[in-house]
């Protein structure tokens, strides 16, 4: 394989592999929808390798479950996944202002970037832009998280932040967006940031945590509503019980 070869299957690898993360955060391609690498393949007009090798990508990344006999699946997130995913997120960023010494390293050419990020986050959750909203807000996280010159702990804070996003972006487009489920607090954690400032940065990432918690209590409560309404239709619409009568001309039924 030439040179050009092998860079141009990696670069169509990253490309599907983007694409079809957007389609996911976009809600295109719902939890649960199942496809192969046939399919994809056939959709893209590409081979099945760079395919095959992009599902494997976001597989690692958390965002596909894969079954070698079923192929790969958009992967449904539960309530108490969303609950783990802010817990670590607070953790972590908690965690780098542990020791009052300790100070993230703010470039001020990156500083003005992330406040840009941050405004135009903020400006979309209160406009109801879902679309918007997330490319800024991954923006944000992910030019964020190079602050801590650690790249693990980056890529951690973007997949957790991509995660959650897969977790929500159905919900939201189904039950709408204000200011009960969108944290609109960016700009005030990257002041506090740039500030040095670890117990504003404690506050905020508290805030963002509360925050996502009662989102969660709410939903955990709306599935518990509509699990027992279901359980209840389900007791109703049953078949009938010793001792029931059963009109001899009631439809379904042969006489």
Not at 142 to 167: C, H, K, M, S
Not at 235 to 242: C, I, N, V
């Amino acid at each position: 394989m030439s040179p050009s070869a092998g860079v141009t299957r990696s670069t169509l690898r990253q490309q599907i592999a983007d694409a079809l993360r957007d389609e996911v955060l976009a809600g295109r391609l719902p939890p649960g929808r199942e496809f192969t690498v046939k399919q994809i393949a056939e959709q893209y007009g590409v081979s099945a390798t760079p395919v095959r090798e992009a599902l494997f990508d976001l597989s690692a990344q958390g965002l596909l479950a894969s079954d070698q006999h079923r192929g790969f699946q958009v992967r449904e997130f539960t309530v108490a996944d969303y609950r783990a995913m802010a817990e670590a997120r607070a953790l972590v960023v908690e965690g780098l202002f542990r020791d009052p010494a300790e100070r993230v390293a703010v470039r001020p050419e990156g500083l003005a970037s992330i406040r840009r990020r941050a405004a135009e986050a903020v400006r979309a959750a209160k406009g109801g832009d879902l679309d918007v909203l997330i490319g800024y807000d991954l923006r944000f996280w992910r030019e964020l998280g190079q602050f801590v010159l650690n790249p693990y702990i980056a890529d951690f804070l973007t997949r957790l932040r991509v995660q959650a996003w897969v977790f929500a972006v159905h919900r939201l487009r189904r039950d709408g967006m204000d200011e009960n489920v969108l944290w609109f607090g960016h700009e005030e954690l990257v002041e506090a940031i740039a500030r040095g400032d670890r117990e504003q940065v404690h506050a905020e990432m508290r805030s963002y945590y509360g925050h996502a918690l009662a989102w969660a209590d709410r939903l955990e409560a709306r599935e518990a509503e509509g699990n027992a309404e279901a359980n209840a239709e389900g007791s109703a619409d049953g078949p009938p019980g010793p001792g029931s009568a059963i009109p001899p001309e009631s439809p379904g039924h042969c006489a």
